[in-house]
C-alpha cells in the first residue's frame, strides 16, 4: 500500500491535510528528479553545507575497539549536524511548489536553526513552534533562530514539549496550506513525509558507500547510527539495505534506564501505535496514551520510531540497540579524548554502544559510526555533569 512499509506508516490526518500531503507527493515526484532541482540541491549541499563530508579513519577509537572505525563527519555539516541536508531539499521543493512561508517545529532546537537557515538561503519566510520548556532549556538555539530572523512561537499546550509543538504544527498548517509548507524534521509523520526526509538524508550513505570502497576496497562490516525518528539512521543506511553483508545497528536513547518512565527506548519499550499522521514503534500507557519519553539527549526525546525504521527493525534488517545516559557521557569524555572530537549528545549513544558492545563486533572489522552532529550544543549540559558547575 502507498506510504505503507510493512503495516508502519499511512496518513493518519483531517480531510484538511489530506489535500496538502496529495499536492506535496504529487510535487516531490515530478520536482525532484529533474535535472534542473538536482543542480540547484547539489550546489547548495556543495557550496553552503560543506558536503561531500569527510569519512574519517579515527584512530583511537580503532585502538579501543580494535576494530577499524571510521567515523563519517556530519558534524562538518554548516549549523553542525545531518539537518541541514533535509532542509535544504524541503525548502527548495516548496519554493518550486510556489509557496512563500516555512513553519516546523523543534526541541533541542537545531531542526529549528536548520530550517531558518534554509529558509534564508531560499528567501522564505519561517516561523518556528516550539514548546516553552523546550524553549527554557535551549535559550542559546532560540536566540540564533531570532537572529536569524525567524519567527518563534511558543508552544504552552500539553505538556509544553515537542510533541505538543508538533501538534500546533498540524494545527497552523491546516489552516494555510496554499502558501505555507511544512517542513518535517525527521522520517516520521504521515506520507510522504518519512519518503522525503529519507530520500534528501540519503546523500549521506551515498556519500558514505563511495569513501568506504576507496579506503578499504570493500564494504564496511557495520553501520553504528543513533536516532529518534529515524533520519540520520536511513541517511546512513538506505545505500546498505541490499547488502546483506553489511548489518545495521540502530541505538535510541535508554535514558537513565529501562524502568517505569526514565527511558525513550520505544522499540524495547513500546508497541504499534499512531501518532503525528503515522502507524509507528511508539512510547505507550496501558490504555493507549503516549507516554513522554525521556534521555539527556535533547534530539532523541521523542516517543515515536518513523515507519521505515520501525519496519526495518521488526524484519530484522536493522538491529534495534540502546545507550543509557551513563554510557554516552562516558562516551563523549572517550572521543574527546581519543579523538579530539566533541559529539552531540545524540550521537554519542552510537559511540556508547560501539564501546560498551564487543560482542556485537569481531577484532578487525570495518565498523563506520554515522557521526551525526557536534556537541557544542550540549555544553552546559556537559559542564553540569562532570564537573558540577
Ligand atoms: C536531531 C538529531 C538526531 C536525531 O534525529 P534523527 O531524525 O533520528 O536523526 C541525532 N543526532 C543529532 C546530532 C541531531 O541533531
Request: glycine fraction near 12%; hydrophobic fraction near 40%; include cysteine.
Amino acid at each position: 500500500m502507498k506510504g505503507r512499509f510493512g503495516r508502519f506508516g499511512g496518513q493518519y490526518v483531517s480531510e484538511v491535510l489530506m489535500h496538502a500531503l496529495e499536492e506535496l507527493e504529487e510535487a516531490f515526484e515530478r520536482i525532484y528528479p529533474t535535472p534542473e532541482f538536482q543542480r540547484e540541491l547539489g550546489l547548495l549541499l556543495r557550496d553552503y553545507a560543506g558536503r561531500p563530508t569527510p569519512l574519517y579513519h579515527a584512530r583511537g577509537l580503532s585502538e579501543l575497539t580494535g576494530c577499524r572505525v571510521y567515523l563519517k563527519r556530519e558534524d562538518l555539516v554548516t549549523g553542525g549536524s545531518h539537518k541541514l541536508n533535509n532542509c535544504l531539499g524541503q525548502a527548495l521543493l516548496a519554493r518550486r511548489m510556489g509557496k512563500t512561508r516555512l513553519i516546523t517545529e523543534t526541541a533541542a532546537g537545531q531542526h529549528g536553526l536548520a530550517t531558518a537557515m534554509a529558509g534564508n538561503v531560499v528567501g522564505m519566510e519561517v516561523e518556528i513552534f516550539m514548546g516553552v520548556k523546550d524553549m527554557e532549556r535551549q535559550a542559546s538555539n532560540v536566540k540564533r533562530m531570532l537572529l536569524l530572523g525567524a519567527k518563534v512561537t511558543p508552544v504552552s499546550t500539553g505538556s509544553g514539549v515537542l510533541k505538543d509543538a508538533v501538534s500546533d504544527t498540524l494545527r497552523e498548517w491546516a489552516r494555510c496550506t496554499g502558501t505555507t509548507h511544512y517542513l518535517m524534521g525527521s522520517t516520521v509523520g504521515p506520507h510522504p513525509f518519512p519518503e522525503i526526509v529519507a530520500t534528501f538524508q540519503s546523500v549521506i550513505g551515498r556519500e558514505l558507500r563511495q569513501q568506504i570502497l576507496e579506503r578499504e576496497g570493500r564494504l564496511p562490516d557495520a553501520i553504528v547510527a543513533c536516532g529518534s525518528g529515524g533520519s540520520n539512521a536511513l541517511g546512513a543506511f538506505r545505500a546498505f539495505l541490499q547488502d546483506e553483508g553489511v548489518r545495521l545497528y540502530f541505538v535510541e536513547g535508554g535514558g537513565e534506564s529501562l524502568e517505569a518512565d526514565n527511558s525513550a527506548a520505544a522499540f524495547r519499550l513500546g508497541r504499534p501505535g499512531v501518532l503525528h499522521g503515522a502507524l509507528m514503534q511508539l512510547l505507550q500507557d496501558e490504555h493507549g496514551q503516549v507516554k513522554p519519553s525521556k534521555t539527556r539527549a535533547a534530539g532523541l526525546n521523542y516517543p515515536g520510531r518513523g515507519p521505515e525504521l520501525s519496519h526495518l527493525c521488526e524484519t530484522g534488517r536493522v538491529k534495534a540497540c540502546h545507550a543509557f545516559d551513563r554510557e554516552v557521557f562516558e562516551a563523549v569524555r572517550t572521543t574527546c579524548r581519543a579523538e579530539g572530537l566533541l559529539p552531540a549528545l545524540e550521537t554519542a549513544h552510537a559511540l556508547a554502544f560501539l564501546l560498551n558492545h564487543p560482542e556485537e563486533f569481531s577484532r578487525g572489522e570495518v565498523v563506520v559510526v554515522n557521526f551525526s552532529g557536534r556537541g557544542d550544543k550540549d555544553l552546559e549540559t556537559l559542564m553540569r555533569y562532570f564537573y558540577g558547575a
